[in-house]
Structures are given as C-alpha cells and as structure tokens.
C-alpha cells in the first residue's frame, strides 16, 4: 500500500498509522485538535485528569501489541493498603465487601450468556433479582450506561467478568493516557508516519489511496454523508475532584445501588496531582431524561458516604457530560458484529469504539484499526495483482 490517510489521532487512529507504517506505508494522519488523544487525551496543568476514569486492561490484544513495541511505559501500581480501601455502597450505606453472589456472578463465562435476552432477565432466574441489581450496577464501571439490566446478557457478562477478574486486569499507565498517547506518537514519526495537529479534515480526499476515519461516530457519519451511521451508547456525568489529602479516604467507591463509580487515582499515581492532594473523578451513567445536576448529585451522595469533609478539603472541581463517546453498548438481539462495519467501501474505513469489533472498552477501537489496515494492505495487493495481470495480458 503506497499511501494511506487516516483521519482522528486518538488512540484508534494511532494504532492504525503504528500499524501501516510498520508495513511500508506513507502515512498521513489529520487530527482536529491541538493535541493528540481522543478521548485518551490528558489535561495538562496540576490536575492530570484523563476524560473520565479510565484504565488499561492487561487481558486485551492490545496490551500484547503495546508491550511488544516497548509503548506501555511505566505502570502505576497500587500499594495493597490502597487497594484494601476499596468500598462498596449498598442499601444506602458504605460497606467493605460486595454480596458473594456478585462473586458467583462474575465468575461466569460470556459463552454461557444468552445474546437474545437481556442481562437483568437472565441473571434474576439464576441468581435472583437482588443479584441481578448489584450485578448490573457493578458493571457500569465497563460500561458507562445507566441500566446495564436492560442490554444483551452476552455483551454485559463479557464485562462484568473481565471487570471482577482476581488478579484484576486494570492497569494505569503512569502520568495518565496521555503519556500514552505520546508514545504512541513518537513512535508513528520515527517510523516515517507524517501527524498533523489543528488539521481539519470536512471532505474526505480522493485519489490519494485509502482513508481510514477515526473520529467519534457522529463526526464520522457527518463526514460520510451518512446520518444513519449510529449505534446505542451510554451518557454520563464526569465529575473531577482535588481534594486535600486525608488518611484513609477510600480508593474506590462502587455504587451498587445504582450505577456509579468514584475512584481517587492519586492513591496509584501521586504524580496526577500536587503534593498534599489528590485526584478524585467519577463517571455517574444518566439516563434520557436526566440531566447534569442529576449526575452531579449522585456524585455528593457517594462523596458524602465515603469522604468525610470534602466539601472543606475541595481546593478544584470539575463537572461535565459526556454524551455518545462511551462506547457502544448491545441491545438485547445484538453483537459487535451487528454495529457499523469497518469497511465502508470504495478504500473507506471505520474505526473507534462503536464499530464491529470485539473487545471491551479501548480494545474495541485498537481492534477495529488493525483490522481496517489489514484490509486496505489486502485490497491494494489484489488490485497490485489484477493490474499485473492485465500488464501480462497486454504483453
């Protein structure tokens, strides 16, 4: 393949020029922003927030193909008295531990989930409706929807067992994803892949071999001229939080009546925020008809349970909604494979974390772009082949 466009620079579209340039290709990559990220992008300042929680899980092919390349970096371990700060809220209370049948949950398998029905319905007649609900609020921390109860059975089990797994499989690159994110890029330029930042792309370009759309799927189906180009996502509150420090604030809080999550990622990585403070963000899932204040006061109420005087301790707080850029989630009836195909057609190519790929989370958009260019790689080779063919016929 002689030259390939990608459009987006955040971590899909990066995978994708990484993985092209490896192979050859002239790589030209446009992203609208200042900086590179996506939604893996970092703030910069005092307060190394990344857009919601995020973490980087070691069970996915991504891990393998980032270790290989020496691009994970240094990792932020958690100390284990950290890690035994991890609390659940419960029936209007903070507790230690999650009922075992959140265990005996988790410990199902994908394949033993039904795709057809929905995730509620199906854990209730094998476990009961009290485990159905704490499962179901558990896994919004891999989901970001408001009523994981309500999508696949098969899509939510996927997650909830990868999401509970012992040893956990979440990880944090050190300094946030955008350290990340930055290696990622150093490494496409040192390959001879050619990223240009504040680079609007409104038209896709023709004639120059083909182009691969890594944006957000709404910029991406304004960019196709196709306004059917949709799939079911979650919509949520993040909310981000520095607060002075206090012996033993909790490292998460996991809201089981309800979807939520609150985790304090200084208690990983102090280097996320001045010394003396630490870094709290939270994703609240809301639903159609909430709004942000409904977000944020859930927020509190966790807060309230979990961290004694944060009002007086807050020295910054942030509070927005993200809409549409949390992933797909599967309706009952629905796989990845029912979502919108990577290959659009005539040398056009869909990446991200809403398109047919498997994974879960990040995995979904790395997925789909190694995919992506491995069929322009296979049709630029048939189309190297049935030229060669007309030119021996011709001879």
Do not use: K, N
């Given at each position: 393949m002689r030259k390939l466009t990608i459009i987006g620079g955040g971590f899909a579209g990066l995978t994708a020029a990484i993985t092209a340039a490896e192979a050859g290709t002239e790589v030209t990559l446009h992203e609208a922003h200042r900086t590179l990220g996506g939604r893996a992008r970092t703030a910069e300042g005092p307060y190394r927030t990344n857009e919601g929680p995020h973490a980087l899980y070691s069970g996915g092919p991504h891990w393998t193909w980032l270790k290989q390349r020496g691009l994970l970096g240094e990792l932020a371990a958690l100390p284990p008295a950290e890690a035994l700060r991890f609390r659940v809220h419960l029936d209007g209370a903070l507790r230690r531990t999650p009922p075992l049948g959140l265990f005996r949950q988790a410990r199902r398998t994908a394949e033993q989930a039904p795709v057809d029905?929905?995730?509620?319905?199906?854990?209730?007649?094998?476990?009961?409706?009290?485990t159905a609900r704490v499962a179901s609020a558990y896994v919004g921390v891999a989901l970001f929807h408001?009523?994981?109860?309500?999508l696949s059975a098969r899509f939510v089990q996927e997650r909830l067992h990868r999401a509970a797994c012992l040893p956990p499989e979440a990880h944090y690159p050190r300094g946030g994803w955008g350290r990340l994110i930055d290696r990622m890029?150093?490494?496409?330029?040192?390959?001879?892949?050619?990223?240009?930042?504040?680079?609007?792309?409104?038209?896709?370009?023709?004639?120059?071999?083909?182009?691969?759309?890594?944006?957000?799927?709404?910029?991406?189906?304004?960019?196709?001229?196709?306004?059917s180009l949709t799939w079911e996502s979650g919509r949520t509150v993040l909310f981000d939080l520095a607060l002075r420090t206090r012996k033993g604030d909790p490292f998460v809080v996991s809201d089981l009546d309800v979807p939520g999550w609150i985790e304090r990622y200084t208690a990983q990585d102090p280097s996320l925020a001045p010394a003396g403070q630490q870094l709290v963000q939270a994703q609240l899932p809301i639903g159609p008809g909430a709004s942000k204040a409904d977000g944020v006061a859930h927020a509190e109420r966790l807060l309230d349970a979990g961290f004694p005087g944060w009002r007086e301790r807050t020295v910054w707080r942030r509070e927005s909604v993200s809409q549409g850029r949390t992933g797909a989630?599967?309706?009952?009836?629905?796989?990845?494979?029912?979502?919108?195909?990577?290959?659009?057609?005539?040398?056009?190519?869909?990446?991200?974390?809403?398109?047919?790929?498997?994974?879960?989370?990040?995995?979904?958009?790395f997925t789909s772009a190694v995919e992506a260019v491995s069929l322009a790689l296979r049709a630029d080779r048939l189309e190297h082949h049935h030229r060669h063919g007309l030119d021996l016929k011709r001879g």
């Open positions: 029905l929905d995730f509620r319905t199906w854990v209730t007649g094998l476990a009961g409706e009290r408001h009523d994981p109860g309500s890029a150093t490494r496409a330029r040192e390959l001879g892949a050619r990223i240009e930042t504040s680079s609007r792309v409104d038209t896709l370009p023709l004639g120059g071999g083909p182009v691969i759309v890594a944006t957000a799927l709404p910029a991406a189906a304004r960019l196709l001229g196709e306004p989630v599967d309706l009952p009836g629905t796989t990845w494979r029912d979502r919108p195909a990577v290959d659009r057609g005539d040398g056009v190519y869909l990446v991200g974390d809403q398109v047919a790929a498997p994974g879960v989370l990040s995995e979904v958009s």
